[in-house]
């Protein structure tokens, strides 16, 4: 098993539509962070939380501690969001990230 | 303002052949520099982490090496190119305590004949 799950792999939407992204992870971390990756492959680091809440526009990121779980949401979702959205965290001490396999988004017009 | 650089941003070479896929960082001083690969349909893999000049740690046993010749320039080596090299490598970079946000390079698109 993946020490970070993400769900689902595959996601396709409707411009508008409210879209969600969850990320699971079974050790202990000091942070987790939400990245972009376009077409091109280029990847953008979006969030990065310990705990909470934090919001960027469109994107609003959450995670519980205690339940080992974040979710990334988009709102009023565009064609322009469609990449492939990525969970990683940081262990506990650790220095190296962990990443999911990631989840691709299409957003149809 | 930071900016990050690598080159080539693609590259085809036959198996066998030596490969070296420089990155450089400008605007930070003392950054930590980490090189990652994606292979295609996978996630991304740490490779190699630096948090100084001279200073590398290896995730990965493989045919690869790195090297910090300077502050702000990290590069990623082999002598020997295998198929299983294939893939996408990424250059990032981040500042500051283990909790911090890193900042990725544009990437270098490798195929390995």
């Known amino acids: 098993k993946n020490e970070v799950e993400q769900s689902p792999q595959n996601l396709t939407a409707q411009e508008g539509e409210f879209i969600t992204i969850n990320c699971s992870y079974s050790?202990?971390?000091?942070?987790l962070h939400w990245l972009q990756q376009h077409p091109g492959g280029g990847i953008v680091s979006l969030f990065m939380l310990s705990s909470g809440k934090k919001k960027h526009g469109r994107l609003i990121a959450t995670i519980n501690i205690q339940e080992k779980h974040s979710s990334l949401h988009i709102t009023a979702s565009h064609p322009r969001d469609s990449a492939v959205y990525i969970c990683?965290?940081?262990?506990?001490?650790?220095?190296?990230?962990?990443f999911g396999q990631g989840t691709r988004l299409t957003i149809n017009p | 303002s930071q900016t990050i650089h690598q080159w080539p941003a693609t590259l085809v070479q036959p198996v066998g052949s030596p490969l070296s896929l420089e990155c450089t960082v400008e605007g930070t001083s003392n950054p930590n520099l980490y090189w990652y690969r994606q292979a295609a349909g996978r996630g991304l893999q740490l490779l190699f982490y630096?948090?100084?000049?001279?200073?590398i740690s290896s995730e990965v046993p493989q045919n690869l090496s790195a090297s910090r010749p300077q502050d702000r320039q990290f590069i990623l080596s082999s002598k020997k190119l295998l198929l299983s090299d294939s893939g996408f490598y990424l250059c990032?970079?981040?500042?500051?305590?283990?909790?911090?946000?890193?900042?990725f390079g544009p990437g270098t698109r490798l195929l390995v004949l």
């Open positions: 990032a970079w981040s500042i500051g305590t283990p909790q911090e946000t890193q900042y």
């Open positions: 050790v202990g971390i000091s942070a």
């Open positions: 630096s948090v100084g000049i001279g200073q």
């Open positions: 990683a965290v940081r262990s506990q001490g650790a220095q190296k990230l962990v």
